[in-house]
């Protein structure tokens, strides 16, 4: 292919790479609940099972036959995408990811090899309530074996696809439902795949560094703009890649600023931030403040909107935790 522009939303760029996918890599199969005739529930697989037939089709409403499938399909050659509608449902065919998938390369000795993709999408939404709501990459990470990423632009809808495609081991691509439609912005398409791992540092400062992902680099980026008015400048690292994540670039900027900061939209206790956290720590990056983590606090998502606007971070919570780091006096 020849690299060019197209203007796409998240959702299009999903689609665009699952495109590519389906007709560069003939090995490549793509299924799950509704994800054929229908498009999936969000629309984002419309017009694939029309252009690769049988190559695309929908499944029973079972997530364990669903992975267990992919798992037996990759290790005999296919390269399998799947669809989990929300992460959530994720949790009844936890054994085909963790004892399955992981464990193909290692307990073959590295003979065989289980190449799948699995999408899922995680995030509040108002109404969606406690058992479509829940952000759980943390469980995903803690596995040797899988590898993880959680695209928050289209560009890297697009890129992290299709590096998770490409790529010999098990990946767990983890978008956002909120992202989905939002507006539309031209990326790169028809480019070199990329390989997994890395993060982009979307806004540069000196004051604070601050680690995010998914659907909090926007607030986290608004919240250093605001910042930046008042002097305080941030470090916006888009980690993108959970496994394998970037401690190397987040070291260095924090090695710069003095302080870190994370930014999630899962519950606290045992996320990701507490990993981010320790690799600064143990790698002895001089702190000039305690860091700090900011999600949301342990309790079940709520349906309400109004109790979800005080659950889930936001750009004024994301400012005033800044704020306090950077007038905390030692």
Not at 137 to 153: K, M, N, Q, S
Not at 243 to 262: I, K, Q, W
Request: glycine residues 8%; proline residues 5%.
């Amino acid at each position: 292919m020849t690299a060019e522009q197209t203007v796409v939303t998240y959702g299009g760029a999903v689609n665009a790479a699952l495109t590519r996918s389906l007709d560069e890599r003939t090995e490549t199969i793509l299924f799950g609940e509704d994800v054929a005739l229908p498009g999936g529930v969000f629309g984002i697989t419309k017009g694939l099972q029309s252009s690769f037939g049988d190559r695309v089709f929908d499944t029973p409403i079972s997530e364990t036959a669903i992975l267990g499938a992919a798992v037996g399909a990759a290790m005999m050659g296919r390269r399998p995408i799947v669809e989990i509608m929300w992460m959530d449902f994720t949790l009844v065919a936890m054994d085909q990811l963790v004892n399955q998938a992981a464990n193909v390369s290692y307990l073959s000795r590295g003979n065989v090899k289980a190449p799948m993709t699995v999408r899922m999408q995680q995030g509040s939404q108002p109404g969606a309530c406690a058992q479509h709501s829940q952000c759980l990459e943390a469980l995903l990470t803690h596995i040797p074996g899988l590898r993880v990423c959680v695209p928050a632009t289209p560009q890297d809808a697009y890129d992290l696809l299709l590096a998770a495609v490409w790529c010999n081991d098990p990946t767990i691509v983890i978008e956002n439902r909120n992202l989905y439609f939002g507006k539309k912005v031209t990326i790169m398409v028809g480019h070199d795949v990329q390989e997994i791992g890395g993060s982009i540092t979307r806004h540069r400062g000196n004051d604070v560094t601050l680690v995010t992902w998914g659907s909090m680099v926007a607030p986290s980026l608004e919240a250093a703009e605001i910042l930046e008015i008042e002097g305080v400048t941030v470090d916006v690292i888009d980690a993108r890649w959970l496994n394998p994540f970037d401690t190397l670039a987040v070291c260095e900027s924090v090695t710069r600023t003095g302080r870190l900061a994370v930014v999630h939209e899962a519950t606290l206790t045992g996320a990701f931030s507490s990993q981010v956290v320790a690799g600064v720590v143990e790698a002895g990056v001089p702190l000039v403040a305690p860091p700090v983590r900011i999600g949301s606090p342990d309790t079940r998502i709520p349906a309400a909107p109004s109790l979800l606007g005080a659950v889930v971070p936001n750009v004024s919570t994301i400012v005033e935790a800044l704020r306090r780091m950077v007038t905390r006096e030692d």
